[in-house]
């Protein structure tokens, strides 16, 4: 295991590597820069390019960013004048963490009981109101989800606050609004997994053996049906990290998705290979951890692990 | 054992839960009390901001986000407000007869931390600005300062042949390349704004990054940057002008989606608010709602040396492009009639020599704004015959318009038009906004969507444009009488004279028509009843808070 953990982690070393460079690569041949603007003179932009250093070769640039990279230095982001990016991303990253976290949680503490209350009720109107559920959390994107919410709850009833993170009311309908379609994935997960283990040889044993209801619920039915969410899991959380950014310009939260979009807007390479490292390495670190946890879940995937 | 692990991992998950979910309840009950007090009659002013603040060094930002709260923090030789040049760190000032040398006399004034603001402060903020090492994006704003080109651009390195000069203390003299009427109201400029010296050494690269890494010297003090979310400025109590100023504090919070932003202004949280372009249809007769046009004016850039098409470079065909376009309909359609309607260069706005508006006082209606179809297919005919085309479809154009949703909208009303009025075959590319801006300076269109913010407020801004030697002038069109009057106009001192030039230009420039003017920009707002002062104008910063109050 400890080889494979090694292996494992040079092959995703090599594979941030590979990523950056390709990004590197890519975002050069958009066209534009990001000096141009409506008043940009070429002799202005001239001074900017090599205040940047953008006016070396690339190979140079290249190699003075892999450099920099290795000692932990992201650069200066080219919007915002002088803001390293390092600084950005310590600073926004916790709020979408938080976020992201909270939604996680939420939707997968609701997801599994509605997943287990409508296997359990297989057929019945509860079933359906899962699915239903499921079924409006898949198909309406965020956006619409996130302004109805905002605007049933916030404007009209006022049971929260419009927008913003300043406390633990600010963080009820973003957290809600975004972890929506989690939620019915883990649902719609939960409860054809479930479905399935109920129908097994070994359910059918459990109850000969004379366990109660719950016992065999608790820990034979969902025990073995949560494999397959464990299995999402990984995908969940990027999926998550990944849909902030117009939660976070909905209920404007000071977090890190807005980058996303507006670094590439912006033709902001700085931040645009920031953000590509910053996520690479921690998608690459959740799938990692996500396989630990299911060596945990599963004896037969630790034992073939070896 | 295992087992004990996963329980163990189950029992963490738990207290995360818990933690993650309940942490932020103490915060609750000083935030509501903040929120009451604002809503009572203290003077405190609350708006939104669409984007984070991208810098608020003096010499490095070049945002309109950035402009509102440097025009507030710190306070220049002069103070623009609505449109007039007030004395700011300048008790007075003398301006040779030539009008080429400005001689400002500094009143006694401190720096947040005591330090007296001096004309070295100011000196070095200039130089700052025009050192090419500095990478400013709006040094061009300097280049009317003798030498503060050749300097910005390397011709010149030696500083003290720069136009700036400390003379001792409290007088600086600056010297420009040209007299300029408008220069006083451009000094108002936030790259214009002192700057010291010691502070930028002592902060190095995290200078002005922080509320605590500068020093302020305006009405008021940037009193905490929380970056993404809003910055918070207090009452400056060692302003000069301090009596001046009745707000007491200003709250300006970064909410990025404009609908948000407009639900938070009806829930009272905010004292202004944009309304969103989207919803202009909606509160466009709502008898609240205030229209202000913010400067900008946009048009069609044409490239008289598109390759494959010589219609671009005949004067007749882009006339009656000029012609084809009802404006009117145009703007209602795409805009609702949130736009202005255009059919020239320079602004209504902008001030005359006679004490009115520059386009008042010398007016030029070549194309109505309601078109001429007929008009537009006579010099169609022209042109097709001077370059022997016999099919109007054999003609093509291609709008390039930036991919925004809005934009889109703007080009399809256009393509109906010209191709309905003129028959020709016109097409639409729609690029991101960057390479927009890319093709138009490596003049790779046919016609562009393009636009332009004034920085002062003089026809000058805007009709040097189209100058044969201008780097915004990626059209190809030039005429040497056009370059001839400009220039005549930028060493004019008297200012009647220097107008007929302007006028003169900018008739010859309208019916060459290198440029299909459409409209100006307008935006709607709502303001909350008892707010007064506030200042909403098209040069310099757009919103101007400093002498608003709450009735």
């Keep these: 295991m400890g080889r494979y953990i090694l292996k494992r982690f040079i092959v995703s070393l090599f594979t941030v590597l590979v990523l950056v460079t390709t990004v590197f690569i890519l ?23 090599a205040y940047y250093g953008f006016d070396k070769p690339l190979y140079v640039q290249y190699f003075h960013y892999i450099g920099n990279l290795l000692r932990g230095d992201l650069g200066l982001s080219l919007k915002y004048s002088n803001r390293s990016v390092n600084t950005i991303l310590a600073q926004t990253f916790p709020v979408s963490a938080d976020l992201g976290i909270r939604s996680i949680i939420l939707a997968t503490i609701l997801g599994l009981f509605l997943g287990v209350m409508a296997a359990l009720n297989n057929g ?6 899962c699915v239903f559920i499921a079924i409006v959390g898949v198909s309406v994107p965020d956006f619409i989800n996130g302004s109805l919410l905002q605007y049933i709850f916030g404007l009209k009833l006022k049971l929260f606050p419009i927008a913003r993170w300043e406390g633990f009311r600010y963080t009820i309908l973003p957290v809600f609004a975004l972890s929506l379609y989690t939620l019915a994935v883990i649902t719609r997960t939960m409860r054809a997994s479930m479905l399935e283990v109920i129908n097994q040889d070994y359910i059918m044993t459990a109850q000969a053996k004379g366990l109660s209801q719950w016992q065999i619920i608790t820990r034979h039915q969902i025990r073995n049906a949560i494999l397959p969410i464990v299995t999402i899991l990984g995908p969940i959380t990027a999926g998550i990290l990944t849909g902030t950014f117009v939660i976070e310009q909905i209920y404007a939260i000071p977090g890190m998705g807005r980058f996303y979009v507006s670094g590439i807007n912006d033709l902001d390479y700085s931040m645009i290979l920031g953000m590509t490292v910053f996520y690479g390495v921690f998608l690459v670190a959740a799938n990692f951890i996500v396989d630990i946890i299911y060596g945990l879940v599963d004896p037969r995937i630790r034992i073939s692990g070896k | 054992m295992k087992k004990k692990f996963v329980s163990i991992i189950a029992l963490l998950l738990v207290i995360l839960i818990a933690s993650t979910t309940f942490v932020g309840c103490g915060s609750k009950n000083s935030e ?36 509102e709260v440097t025009n507030a923090i710190f306070e220049g030789l ?77 011709k010149v390195t030696d500083v003290s042949k720069l136009g700036v000069k400390a003379l001792d203390e409290k007088t600086l003299e600056i010297k420009l390349a040209n007299p300029a009427a408008y220069f006083l109201g451009y000094l108002s400029l936030p790259c214009f704004m002192p700057t010291r010296e010691d502070i930028v050494e002592k ?42 100023i009745k707000l007491d504090k200003v709250n300006i919070l970064q909410i990025t989606d404009p609908n948000t932003a407009l639900s938070m202004y009806e829930n009272g949280e905010l004292d202004f608010v944009s309304i969103p372009n989207t919803l202009w249809d909606k509160y466009k007769d709502n008898p609240k709602t205030k229209l202000i046009m913010n400067g900008a004016i946009d048009w069609l850039r044409l490239n008289l040396n598109a390759p494959g098409k010589p219609w671009l470079a005949n004067k007749d065909f882009r006339k009656a492009l000029n012609y084809a376009i009802n404006r009117e309909e145009y703007v209602n359609t795409a805009t609702k009639g949130l736009y202005l309607p255009y059919t020239r260069l320079v602004l209504p706005m902008v001030v005359g020599a006679k004490g009115g508006k520059y386009t008042e006082e010398s007016p030029i209606d070549i194309y109505p704004t309601t078109g001429d179809s007929a008009k537009a297919k006579e010099y169609l005919a022209k042109a097709m015959a001077a370059l022997n085309i016999k099919d109007p479809k054999d003609i093509t154009l291609e709008l390039k318009f930036s991919d925004s949703a ?25 690029v991101t906004y960057k390479q927009k801006l890319a093709d138009d300076t490596a003049k790779q269109y046919d016609a562009v969507y393009n636009g332009w913010m004034p920085d002062y407020d003089d026809p000058m801004t805007y009709l040097e444009l189209f100058e044969s030697n201008n780097s915004q002038n990626s059209t190809g069109w030039s005429n040497a009488e056009y370059d001839k009057l400009i220039e005549a106009a930028r060493t004019e001192v008297d200012p009647v004279k220097r107008q007929q030039y302007f006028w003169d230009a900018e008739k010859i420039l309208v019916d060459e028509a290198p440029f299909v003017p459409l409209q100006c920009r307008r935006l709607g707002y709502l303001e909350k009843d008892n707010l007064k002062g506030m200042s909403r104008y098209f040069v310099g910063s757009d919103i101007d808070f400093v002498f608003a109050y709450f009735e």
């Excluded at chain 2, 109906?416 to 016109?426: E, W």
Aim: aromatic share 12%.
């Design chain 1, 27 to 49: 975002i050069r041949l958009m066209p534009g820069d990001p000096f141009v603007s409506e008043k940009m003179t070429p002799e202005i932009k001239a001074n900017m390019m």
């Design chain 1, 124 to 129: 019945k109107f509860f079933d359906y109101f």
């Design chain 2, 32 to 67: 509501e009390k903040g929120n009451a007090e604002s809503a009572g009659k203290s003077q405190v002013l609350t708006f939104a901001q669409t984007a984070e603040i991208p810098s608020l060094d003096p010499q490095l930002q070049n945002s309109m986000q950035s402009f």
């Design chain 2, 78 to 154: 002069v103070r623009l407000h609505d449109g007039k040049v007030q004395p700011g760190m300048a008790e007075k000032w003398d301006i040779s007869s030539d009008g080429k040398t400005y001689t400002f006399h500094l009143r006694d004034a401190k720096w947040s931390d005591g330090q007296p603001v001096t004309a070295y402060d100011f000196e070095y903020g200039i130089r700052r600005l025009l050192d090419p090492k500095t990478g400013s994006a709006y040094a061009f704003a300097g280049y009317g300062i003798l030498n503060g080109y050749e300097y910005n651009t390397g």
């Design chain 2, 203 to 244: 902060y190095g690269n995290n200078f002005a990054l922080e509320a605590e890494n500068n020093v302020y010297n305006g009405p008021f003090i940037l009193k905490e940057w929380k970056h993404e979310s809003g910055v918070t400025l207090e009452k400056n109590p060692d302003y000069w002008n301090k009596d001046a």
């Design chain 2, 406 to 430: 809005a934009d889109k909208a703007l080009a399809e009303v256009l393509q109906d038009q010209l191709t309905r009025n003129l028959g020709i075959t016109v097409t639409i590319k729609l």
